[in-house]
Nanobody
Framework: QVQLVESGGGLVQPGGSLRLSCAAS????????MGWYRQAPGAQRELVAT???????NYLDSVKGRFTISGDNAKNTVYLQMDSLKPEDTAVYYC?????????WGQGTQVTVSS
């Protein structure tokens, strides 16, 4: 059974950077898209960034120009480089892999932006 393992979260000061990673264990036949959601306390989960198997990307307006999503299909891994972090970026970040017939999720990693 395929599982996603996230890493890279933590505490960072405003203006700092973090890089999240999400790696799949097990065999994956085909990935349609990968991405990241986040959920802050008391808020709805929101889509932060996506990348398709063809390399097309989309971003939440509030992170455009600050976050960069990338993927390594050979390693079944997706990354989220987060720069110029703001306190409002504080949330639990969840990765996902859309395999067309099913979507699998990571366990979530906490990102806290605070001085």
């Amino acid at each position: 059974q395929v599982q996603l393992v996230e890493s890279g979260g933590g505490l960072v000061q405003p203006g700092g950077s973090l890089r999240l990673s999400c790696a799949a264990s097990g065999s994956i036949f085909s990935i349609y898209a990968m991405g990241w959601y986040r959920q802050a306390p008391g808020a709805q989960r929101e889509l932060v960034a996506t990348i398709t198997s063809g390399g097309s990307t989309n971003y939440l307006d509030s992170v455009k120009g600050r976050f960069t999503i990338s993927g390594d299909n050979a390693k079944n891994t997706v990354y989220l480089q987060m720069d110029s972090l703001k306190p409002e970026d504080t949330a639990v970040y969840y990765c996902y892999f859309n395999l067309r017939i099913i979507t699998i999720w990571g366990q979530g990693t906490q990102v806290t932006v605070s001085s």
